[in-house]
């Protein structure tokens, strides 16, 4: 197969600068083997939950992840840190029909309450809260997306509260919204720690290499894969879970399109700044439009925004970009917590959102013994573990109306040749921001 040429890179402090896990040592590179039954590339969300099913059923295998950078760097760590239950709007709107999203939403209550119990089983101390989240709406005019979502919820039979007035600012200590959707479902984290943490209580036959980038695959009697230092592994199973670096392996072509967006965290609120919070839990909000603003108030008393698209066809951020990012950031904080405007952001970065033309998510089945995966939308974290999940059943024979769900709807579109690629893809997201006004 062809070799990568782009790999991922790190720009930009955020989530992983937080996490009690960041200096944990995973194995050292002189421990790789020269064969596993199973490795797998990438130790995102997708990665793990390939991984973590797998050593579960195969407790004698020989398993190995390999990882091009560090571990909550990545975009799986970069994320807003929302594990969302039910279906998301910027979600699979590819022709997915009701049934299909009530699929979706058992899925995701699923594997939430997988990474939940094995939390609470290992007792590996881990930022995460069972605190549910908000659509919130500062205009009126978007009042449509919480309402469209709500005759979903009630066919779904899910329970929701809507808090407008008084009581959503009680709840959330910001007066900039009128009216707010919540489901209790979803999970806040800090997703770098969470998934950080997560590998760390691994099984005993698996072992995790970090900053160990994966050059080529090679399909002969056994795949062989061979890493940046020229080390070669072989393997009877190989699981590509890439991301937007997907691609790099020819595992598919032109069906992805990286979007950066940029997230920013305030310093921890003090006492003084406090007093605007009284009461109020730690609460994470997306926007009453797609393009809009996501904002967290943290475990840790930080304010976190989230906002800003850019096409990116090069698959990386840098420090200009993300420094281009901040008077969006800024003006978005600043609308919503005018009393902490005095407030310099400590931490900045810009992730890849990994999205296709359908919203569609990718889990093919390349050859005989390598499988891959990958989403396709904004909200990627429960759906690409899940999609690893049952990748890892699907190489194990396991057949279930699950696995038969997602081959069957694990299928994005081709998206046009450049130029037409990013010329639509910058219009596209252009027209989404102009469109979200206020919520952004
Ligand atoms: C700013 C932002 C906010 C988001 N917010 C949310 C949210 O709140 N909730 C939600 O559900 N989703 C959110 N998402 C989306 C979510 O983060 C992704 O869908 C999810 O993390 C994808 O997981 P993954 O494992 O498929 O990919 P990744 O996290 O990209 O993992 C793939 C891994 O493969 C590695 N890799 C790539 N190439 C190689 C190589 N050559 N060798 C070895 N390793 C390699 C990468 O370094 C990476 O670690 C957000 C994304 C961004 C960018």
Redesign the pocket.
């Known amino acids: 197969m062809q070799e990568?040429k782009l790999?991922?890179t790190t720009t930009g402090q955020g989530w992983l600068e937080m996490s009690s896990h960041k200096d944990h040592a995973f194995n050292p590179p002189e421990e790789m083997r020269d064969h596993y039954d199973y490795l797998i590339?990438?130790?995102?969300?997708?990665?793990y939950g390939a991984v973590s099913r797998l050593a579960e059923l195969h407790p004698d295998a020989k398993i190995a992840v390999?990882?091009?950078?560090k571990i909550g760097n990545?975009?799986?760590g970069?994320?807003?840190?929302?594990?969302?239950d039910v279906p998301h709007d910027f979600g699979d709107t590819g022709g997915s029909t009701f049934d299909d999203n009530k699929m979706y939403y058992k899925l995701n209550t699923a594997i939430i309450g997988r990474m939940r119990d094995t939390i609470k089983s290992t007792g590996v101390n881990v930022d995460w809260q069972d605190s549910g989240k908000y659509v919130c709406c500062c205009h009126p005019r978007s009042y449509k997306m919480i309402n469209t979502e709500v005759k979903d919820l009630e066919k779904m039979g899910v329970d929701y509260k809507i808090y407008e007035g008084e009581e959503l600012h009680r709840r959330l200590g910001t007066r900039y919204y009128s009216k707010a959707l919540y489901t209790a479902g979803s999970t806040l984290v800090n997703p770098a720690d969470v998934l950080r943490g997560l590998f760390t209580v691994l099984p005993d036959n698996v072992e995790v290499f970090e900053e160990c980038?994966?050059r080529r695959i090679d399909e002969g009697s056994k795949l062989s894969v061979t890493m940046q230092n020229g080390k070669v592994v072989t393997a009877d199973y190989v699981i590509v879970?890439?991301?937007?670096?997907i691609e790099?392996f020819g595992i598919v072509k032109n069906v992805f399109c990286p979007v950066l967006?940029y997230?920013a965290f305030t310093r921890k609120l003090n006492k003084e700044e406090l007093k605007d919070f009284q009461g109020v839990k730690p609460w994470g909000c997306t926007a009453g439009h797609p393009a809009g603003t996501t904002v967290r108030f943290t475990t840790d008393q930080r304010i976190y925004v989230?906002n800003g698209f850019s096409f990116n066809s090069e698959l990386t951020t840098s420090h200009q970009r993300i420094r281009k990012a901040i008077p969006k950031l800024r003006k978005a904080f600043e609308n919503r917590f005018p009393n902490l405007r005095h407030l310099n952001f400590e931490f900045l970065y810009g992730?890849?959102?990994?999205m296709t033309l359908n919203f569609r998510p990718l889990m093919v089945q390349k050859s005989s013994n390598l499988f891959a995966s990958?989403?396709g939308e904004?909200?990627?974290?429960?759906k690409?573990c899940m999609m690893g999940h049952y990748i890892a059943e699907w190489i194990s024979g396991i057949e279930s109306e699950e696995l038969n769900f997602l081959r069957r709807i694990a299928k994005p579109c081709r998206l046009p040749p450049d130029p037409f690629r990013t010329v639509g893809a910058r219009i596209r997201l252009a027209w989404e921001e102009y469109n979200a006004k206020q919520e952004i």
């Open positions: 990568v790999f991922p590339i990438g130790a995102g969300y997708g990665g390999i990882e091009a950078i990545n975009d799986s970069k994320n807003a840190g929302f594990i969302i980038p994966a879970t890439g991301g937007p670096f790099q967006s997230g989230r992730g890849m959102i990994n990958a989403c904004g909200a990627g974290v429960a690409t």
